[in-house]
Each structure stands twice: as structure tokens, then as C-alpha cells.
């Protein structure tokens, strides 16, 4: 490497001996994983990969399709490294989940919406502005369930209520799916408070709902009835109760509960006053791993804690910037997550061994929790 | 077997094949044979032009050819020697200063006048005009400053300072520092008729009233005008009267309406510089193509890598501390390492079908300024447009946690689609750059319109240093690495339609960098895209460590300018005053913290 072409080079030439490091106190990233190693490399932005119940492939979300702005569901083979689109490429899509038992391919998707094109390219002439949106994300009463069959690949529409139907998961069985939705402010009477409301966000109508995976839009039950943000849901390793994220009325604290399937026994897991969420149960069930931007408005972190939230939890991720929606692999060796340690704001899809019994240790050795 | 199946194929084999916890150290590899090899004291460093530089350019001829590997179609050898300038030094420089009244005084030495490297030879005697700071910033920028308004220098000797205005404030500075480097000075007499240009460190500046030594200079010609550097002495001489300190003080409030002066004083210069010109040699073989390639797009697929070091390290690009001066800088990471990658690349290509033929390009003289891999594109060995892409290889042995750089992505939209499979078997901790504006061979490829790729384990503190030794190679992991970039050649060989170039635009700051004369102590990490700099490490009781600050620590802002990147960092550094404390922000554990720091001067 040469030296004179670059400024790089001249700050390069001042380097010299480095000096001892103090070590920092407590637990650091490497104690809980090791190898890490960046899985999505193409689009502006990817997240939110769930595995397949042997451990082989992930789906995920990302922005890479030709002409869409928006996210699109892939299916990434790590036998092979190719990734393969399951959505059907036009409209938004978002959270995706594999059938554990079938294979099947759950997501949210807004296809079927006609403007689903005109959006499309809006977006992308706003991008080509040089402008840009803060994350925000527009609750798209269009966005609804659908699941891609493994078998002979048809696409079925699960929901047909009006209103954000999405961020579902199925249950270990694959006989169940929990979601969030907000078609309870469309479905009634809003008073004007209401609708103000839903017109500045929307997501505040949210609420955690459970059906039969093989149904097809009716016998959705209703499980949380709080004002605020109740949104993705998923099952514990055992199938008996069902993890989610609650925000305040505000929308700006957000918290881990669980709860059982019929929405009894809601427990607070989680009290950091700080925006705590995407939780995911490692299959061992003793613990649960979420994301918290405990420690600054824009530098989430991965956070464990154990499964009932007696202690406080223990910090996960040290890098700056984004990291978050942390997914164990189904053997409990691996933890998948998204992050944007490798460059800019936007997130990518990282891979690391995840070292079991240093976490439950780690978590053992936790003072109680500290509730505000 | 079809593509894809054999593909797949290899990655699986990649995946098997790693396992990172096997003790490496004691294993021998090809990896670890090549860089003890071309690492060892017996090529003194591998500088081009020299003895140590033809040993190692033996050795990789003959790995190369023990692999099938031949000579370019219509060559004998793979040699390819070129000249290029090594170096330059004074060849007598004198100025003889005829002041009003009184007698001509003659100097010389180094200590009194030495020529900028990229001066013209000549003997002119003229008139002295004092232009202040010689800065002319283009008329294109929203601030006008000219340090020529209402001087006539046809003709005639410029008297400049060096730098630009010291108590300037911060945004004029930002602009002047733009135009103060030495050649751009130079250029701006030469442009107003000037016949010479004599440039004095004014007092009130760092390095104040010694001349500037002779730097680096590839070029192979002057630059159209005499110029020297002075020392405060014989600027006095010419100023008679007036004091320098005097005239540099009124100078550096940065107002652009300062004027300068006749001196009436009469200097005659000499400028002689010395350009010593060498031979290097590129050595440049290939792997035919398997089948056919006619009617193949682009039929070519290179790869390469350069093989020389700074000898001993008197060539000045040498970080040598004290102790290490005059030992061989033998370069095991930069780069026998990524000689090494290139050659393990060839010979696992040489096993396998290849659609397109394999270009091996081992290039000399890149320490001073990629003049080797450029020679080649300019002799048209293989036409750049003959290139589906290039694959470089710089300091890829110092592998830590998995990280791996790999820069010039924006190149192709290919890459990253392409990238995102072959590391789902090779598994590094990717850190993707768009920017091909690189200090390596990529730069040169690039520039050439080739689909490009530069992979690099990034910097360390053995960084141009003799201590860059074999036994720190990460020999396991560098193999990791040259088997991915295997994988990518292969996807490119395989792929009928090659991947597509495309422009990356080459940022202001890149382009525009002078030297910088602050010095901070902070050890950039280079692999990191985090936004603002991480530090890699500090050094030992410099202003950043006494500022408390320490590696992993990421800088954010400085003196107010705030920092997205490392050029940005740079820019800033540009901007501080030596001696004056700066405020830094920086992030620790993902806690914003300050701090303050005070620059001291680099020499």
C-alpha cells in the first residue's frame, strides 16, 4: 500500500506504536459472539431474518428489487449463498416467518393494492430529490397476511380486513400464527380524538391478534385491548405463551411483556424507559433476547434478559448505530440480527456463533431488575 | 459439470475447509512458504529497481511458471522492466541575493536553499517580488483571494511563504488550505510569468525559517519554473529593511487586500536537481483459457497484487522508529501477503475450467506511486477493455475478528450481489467501499474503466516499519481469503456477460488533499465504515493519548467540524492550529463523550 496518494496516507503516516488498552468492565460483544460475519451485502438496506426450522435458510427483508423502493421478502439458501424472492415484487412487504412445520413462507404484503406502482415510483423520485425520510414506517392499511406454500409455491391471502395486518410469526407447532393489526380503528365508529390519532400515527391502534394458520380471515381472536403500539408477537419455544413488544400511549417508551395465548397474565419483562422491542425467545426458553436504545436515541443494542424479567438485562452488541431484531438459530448456536456496523445508516443481516452458557451466565450474574 | 453445480461445489469446500480455531502457526501452507520467502532479509525489502526486487521477481516468475503459467501472448518472458524515477536529490543549488545597497551574498546548502523536487534546472537572476503566501484561489470559489492582485512578477523571482495565513479564521482557512500546496504555488507564478519562486517558512509557522526538505517526487520532469526553498536568512537578505515577521503578520488575519512588494532586491538561482532514473519489472503471466474464446465478451479476468517494499526505507515513505532506521522494511503483510493471495488464487484457478484466460499481474514500484500496474495498462499487454475485471490484493495477512475489507465495490453493480453469495460460505465480517480512489494498484484498473475489486485487512502498527515481519501473518485466515476471492473469479470467468463498469465519482476531499501539518497521534482504523473515525490505536504520549482518548474510541466531531469519514477527519486536521487546544466528541461504548485536544507540529 502506498502512501502519497491519499489523505488516508498522511493520517496513516501518523501512526506509530499503540499503546496498552484498558479493558472495559463487565461483559463485551466477543463474550457472546464470536465469528461474526455480515450475511447481506446487495441493496440499500436489509432486516428481519427468521430461520427455517432446520437451520439452513433465512428469510429476510430487503431493499434490492429493481424499480421498488420498498422491502421485498427473500429467501437465502446457506448451502449456496443465492438468495431467492418469495413476494411477489411489487407494493411494501415486511416480516416474514417460516412454518416450522410446512415450510411455508408467511409475510405482509401490499401487492394487491392497485397504487401499489404509483407509490413505487413516487418513492423513487423523492429518493432521486436527494432527499430523505427519517425511518418511518406508514402502518399501510393495505398491508395484509399472506403465506407462500412450499409446496408447488401458490401465494394465499390470509387477511382480508382493512388495516395494518402484519408482523406475524407461526407457532412451534406451525398450527397458529399471532400478529399484529390495527383494523379495530377501522372497523368501528372513531370518535374525533380517534381519528386525529389515527391520522398522526396510526400504529397507536395496534393490537396483538391470533388465528389458525390454515384459516382464512375469520376466527381472529383479540388478545391485547391497551391504547399504544402492541405489535411483534411470537411464540416461546414451547408454544404456551407469546412474547411482544407494548408501547406507551405516546408511542415513544416501548417495553417487552408475555403473556398467555389467550391474553391472560400479561407480565412486564422489561423496564429500561428507553424504546425496548423486537424480543425473540432463544429456544432454550430460559431467556430472551431484544433490541433497546437504552443508551442513546439512535444506537440501539442488543439486550438479554431472562425469561420471567426478574433481572436487569444484560447488553449484548457494543457498536455504534443500529442493532437490533435479534434471532437465534433453531439450535441455539447461532444468533442472526440486523445492524449497521458495516457502513451508513442503514442495516444489514449479520451471522455470529452465539455462546450459550456464557449468556446464561452472564445473565446469572445479573443484579435484579431495576423497575422505573 | 454445469457452473452453477461446480460453484456450489467450491463453496462448500471453502466452508469445510475453514476451521478457525486450528492452531495455524504450526502448520505449513503455501501461504505461509510464499511470505517467509519473499519476507525474508535475502530480498532486503523487495524495493523496486534494486537487487532484492529481481530476487523476488524471480521467485514468483518461476511459482508461476511451476503452475502453467506463461508469458503474455506475443512475449518470451514475464518480465516487463520499465524506468521510472527513484528519486531526487540537490545537484548544487545556490542563491546569490544582490540587495540595494550593498554586496552580493552567495549561499548554498542544504541548510540555506534547496530545490523543490519539481523544479526546473536553470541559472535566472531577476528581481524579488514578495507575493505573501502565493496563494491564488480560482475565481470559481465564493471567497476571492489573490495573493498577485497588483504585482507585476513577469519575469521576475516570487518570494513566498510557505503554508497559508496562520490566524486566518476557520472557514477562510478551510479555503486557502486548498491552494497552499507547493505546486499548486509554483503553478500560479509560473501562470503570471514568472521565471522563479523562492518560498520561505515565515516565523510565525511551524518549521519556521528552515528549508523544506526534498520530497518524494515521481515525476519524470520539472514543472516549468525554478523553485527553491530558503531559509529565513536569505529571505532576510532579500527583504533587506523589512522584517519577514513584520510582513507575515500582517499577512495572516487571512484579509485578502494585503498587498505585496517589490523587494528591489536582485536574486540570482540556480536550481539543479538530480532524477534518478531505475528499472523496475512487473512480472505479468497467464493461465489460458480451457476452451475457446472466441465471441467471448471481454475474455480476460485478472488478478494482482504488488510485490515491492521500501528496501531499507530510505526512500522516505519508511515509518521506522529510531532504532529500526536502515533495516530492511521486508514488507511480509505490504504486500508479500497479497503476493502471496494472487499466487495461491492462480494456482486453485489452474485446477479448474476456465471460460475466460487468467491475467497475473505482480507489480513493482506501487510504494511510489502505482507506477507499476499503471505502466502495464499503458503498454497494452491486454487491452483494459479485454478486462471482465480485476481482482487486487494489499496487506491481507493481518486478519483480525474476521474483519476483511473490500474497497472500489462501486465499480460494478455485480459486486455486491455477487459478494453477498460467496460470503455466505466464507463467512468474514465484510466491511464494503464503494470508493476505488484507493493508494493501491486498484486505483490504476479503475482509472482504466475495469470492474475492480482491492481487498485488505487494513492497517497496523508494523505499518512501514521493519517490524512488518512474517510470523505476524495470519496465514490461516489469509487463505480464507484468497480461497473467496478464488470463488469470485470464477463466478466472473464463468460468467458469459461480464460485469458492467460504472463510475464512481471521485470525492472533493479525496481529490483535493495537500500534506498535512498537524500532528494528532491518532491511528485511523481503515476497514471501519462506521460513521465518524475509529481509532484504531494512538500513539504513545502523543496528543491523542494525552487527550485520553484510545483505540476503539470513534471521533465525531473536531474543533467544531463535525466527522462522517476519515476524509472529513482529515479535512478537519487541516484546520487546527498547532499549539491550540481543539475540542473533540467521540463515542465510547456508545456514549458520547468530549475531550480536548492540542496538536503539536509535524515535521
Known amino acids: 500500500m502506498i502512501r502519497q496518494l491519499t489523505p488516508l496516507a498522511a493520517a496513516l503516516a501518523l501512526a506509530a506504536v499503540v499503546d496498552g488498552q484498558t479493558p472495559p468492565q463487565g461483559p463485551v460483544e466477543r463474550d457472546f459472539l464470536s465469528r461474526v460475519r455480515r450475511l447481506t451485502v446487495e441493496g440499500r438496506r436489509a432486516g428481519e431474518g427468521y430461520w427455517a426450522a432446520n437451520g439452513q435458510s433465512l428469510v429476510f427483508q430487503s431493499e434490492r428489487e429493481p424499480g421498488n423502493p420498498f422491502y421485498q421478502i427473500y429467501r437465502l439458501d446457506l448451502s449456496t449463498g443465492t438468495s431467492i424472492r418469495i413476494s411477489p415484487g411489487t407494493g411494501k412487504t415486511t416480516c416474514a416467518f417460516i412454518n416450522p412445520a410446512t415450510d411455508d413462507v408467511l409475510f405482509a404484503s401490499t401487492h394487491h393494492d392497485q397504487r401499489s406502482k404509483q407509490l413505487q415510483d413516487e418513492e423513487l423520485k423523492f429518493r ?102 402492541d405489535g411483534g408477537p411470537f411464540f416461546s419455544p414451547d408454544g404456551k405463551r407469546i412474547i411482544w413488544r407494548r408501547f406507551d400511549e405516546a408511542g415513544l417508551i416501548a417495553d417487552v411483556w408475555t403473556m398467555n395465548l389467550d391474553g391472560s397474565d400479561a407480565r412486564q419483562i422489561t423496564s429500561f424507559g428507553a424504546m425496548s422491542w423486537a424480543p425473540y425467545f432463544h429456544p432454550s426458553g430460559e431467556y430472551i433476547l431484544f433490541a433497546s436504545n437504552k443508551l442513546g436515541f439512535e444506537n440501539f443494542e442488543v439486550f438479554m434478559v431472562d425469561a420471567e424479567g426478574r433481572k436487569e438485562p444484560v447488553r449484548v452488541t457494543f457498536s455504534d448505530g443500529f442493532d437490533g431484531l435479534p434471532v437465534p438459530s433453531p439450535d441455539g448456536a447461532q444468533l442472526a440480527w440486523t445492524s449497521s456496523r458495516g457502513g451508513g445508516r442503514e442495516g444489514q443481516i449479520f451471522l455470529a456463533q452465539w455462546n450459550h452458557e456464557r449468556a446464561r451466565a452472564a445473565i446469572a450474574a445479573a443484579p435484579p431488575r431495576r423497575r422505573s | 459439470m454445469s457452473t452453477s453445480t461446480r460453484y456450489a461445489a467450491a463453496v462448500i469446500a471453502t466452508v469445510a475447509l475453514w476451521s478457525p480455531s486450528a492452531p495455524a502457526q504450526n502448520r505449513s501452507s503455501a501461504a505461509r512458504d510464499h511470505v517467509q520467502t519473499l519476507a525474508s532479509s535475502a530480498f532486503e525489502g523487495r524495493e523496486a529497481g534494486t537487487a532484492g526486487e529481481r530476487r523476488a521477481g524471480d521467485y514468483i516468475a518461476n511459482q508461476l511458471a511451476r503452475i502453467g ?24 543549488s545556490r542563491v546569490t541575493v544582490t540587495a540595494t545597497p550593498g554586496p552580493p551574498r552567495a549561499f548554498e546548502g542544504a541548510g540555506d536553499v534547496l530545490p523543490l523536487s519539481f523544479s526546473d534546472d536553470g541559472d535566472i537572476s531577476a528581481e524579488v517580488v514578495f507575493a505573501g503566501y502565493g496563494i491564488v484561489v480560482p475565481e470559481s470559489q465564493s471567497f476571492g483571494y489573490d495573493s498577485y492582485a497588483g504585482l507585476d512578477v513577469k519575469d521576475k523571482v516570487a518570494l513566498v511563504l510557505r503554508y497559508f495565513p496562520e490566524d486566518a479564521d476557520q472557514a477562510t482557512r478551510a479555503i486557502l488550505a486548498r491552494y497552499s500546496d507547493l505546486r499548486y504555488k509554483a503553478l500560479a507564478a509560473r501562470q503570471r510569468g514568472a521565471r522563479g519562486m523562492l518560498v520561505v517558512t515565515g516565523p510565525a509557522s511551524p518549521n519556521a525559517g528552515t528549508t523544506i526538505p526534498m520530497t518524494f517526487d515521481t515525476a519524470l520532469a520539472g514543472s516549468g519554473i525554478s523553485a527553491a526553498s530558503i531559509s529565513a536568512r536569505v529571505a532576510q537578505a532579500i527583504l533587506g529593511e523589512r522584517s519577514l515577521q513584520e510582513l507575515q503578520k500582517a499577512l495572516d488575519g487571512g484579509n485578502p487586500h494585503v498587498a505585496g512588494l517589490a523587494t528591489g532586491s536582485t536574486a540570482q538561482l540556480k536550481t539543479a536537481v538530480i532524477r534518478e532514473k531505475h528499472e523496475g519489472r512487473n512480472v505479468v503471466a497467464y493461465l489460458p483459457a480451457t476452451a475457446p474464446v472466441a465471441g467471448v465478451e471481454r475474455p480476460w479476468v485478472a488478478i494482482g497484487a504488488h510485490y515491492d517494499h521500501l528496501g531499507r526505507g530510505t526512500g522516505g515513505n519508511s515509518l521506522a522508529t529510531r532504532e529500526q532506521a536502515g533495516q530492511p522494511h521486508v514488507g511480509a503483510d505490504d504486500n508479500a501477503s497479497g503476493t502471496a493471495a494472487v499466487l495461491l488464487i492462480a494456482e486453485e484457478l489452474s485446477k479448474r475450467p476456465r471460460p475466460r484466460h487468467l491475467l497475473i499481474g505482480l507489480w513493482s514500484a506501487e510504494e511510489i506511486g502505482l507506477i507499476g500496474s499503471a505502466q502495464f495498462l499503458a503498454s497494452g499487454g491486454v487491452a483494459a477493455t479485454d478486462l471482465a475485471a480485476y481482482l487486487n490484493f494489499d496487506m491481507v495477512g493481518r486478519m483480525a475478528e474476521n474483519r476483511l475489507a473490500v474497497q472500489a465495490t462501486g465499480t460494478s453493480p455485480t459486486w455486491a450481489s455477487l459478494l453477498e453469495q460467496v460470503n455466505v460460505a466464507a463467512g468474514f465480517d465484510l466491511a464494503v467501499q464503494p470508493d476505488p480512489y484507493q493508494p493501491t494498484d486498484v486505483a490504476s484498473f479503475n482509472q482504466a474503466g475495469v470492474p475492480s475489486l482491492s481487498f485488505t485487512t487494513g492497517a497496523h502498527t508494523d505499518y512501514h516499519k521493519p517490524s512488518d515481519t512474517a510470523d505476524k501473518i495470519n496465514y490461516e485466515d489469509l487463505e480464507r481469503v484468497a480461497r473467496m476471492a478464488a470463488a469470485i473469479v470464477s463466478r466472473v470467468a464463468d460468467t458469459p456477460q461480464p460485469p458492467t463498469f460504472a463510475k464512481v465519482e471521485q470525492s472533493q476531499q479525496t481529490a483535493n488533499r495537500t500534506g498535512l501539518r498537524v500532528f494528532t497521534g491518532t491511528v485511523p482504523d481503515y476497514t471501519s465504515t462506521a460513521k465518524g473515525l475509529l481509532l484504531g490505536g494512538v500513539v504513545g504520549g502523543g496528543p491523542a493519548d494525552q487527550a485520553g482518548l484510545q483505540k476503539g474510541d470513534v471521533i465525531v466531531e473536531i474543533a467544531g467540524q463535525s466527522i462522517a469519514n476519515i476524509y472529513d477527519y482529515t479535512y478537519a486536521l487541516e484546520l487546527l492550529k ?18 480536548t485536544l492540542t496538536p503539536s507540529a509535524r515535521r
Do not use: C, H
Open chain 2, 69 to 92: 503459467a506463461r508469458p503474455l501472448p506475443g512475449r518470451t518472458s514475464m518480465f516487463a522492466p520499465f524506468a521510472f524515477t527513484a528519486g531526487s536529490r540537490d545537484g548544487g
Open chain 1, 128 to 229: 432521486a430529490s436527494g432527499q430523505e425520510r427519517r425511518y418511518a414506517w406508514d402502518y399501510d392499511p393495505e398491508m395484509e397476511l399472506y403465506v407462500r406454500s412450499a409446496k408447488g409455491g401458490t401465494l394465499r391471502r390470509l387477511t382480508n380486513a382493512r388495516g395494518y395486518d402484519a408482523e406475524a410469526s407461526y407457532s412451534p407447532d406451525g398450527q397458529w400464527i399471532v400478529f399484529s393489526s390495527t383494523r379495530d380503528a377501522y372497523a368501528r365508529e372513531l370518535s374525533a380524538a380517534e381519528r386525529k390519532q389515527l391520522e398522526v400515527d396510526p400504529s397507536y391502534f395496534g393490537e396483538i391478534y391470533l388465528m389458525r394458520a390454515d384459516a382464512d380471515g375469520s376466527g381472529v381472536k383479540r388478545l391485547t385491548s391497551v391504547p399504544g403500539y
Open chain 2, 578 to 595: 498547532i499549539g491550540q487546544p481543539a475540542s473533540v466528541t467521540y463515542v465510547r461504548n456508545g456514549e458520547r463523550r468530549q475531550t
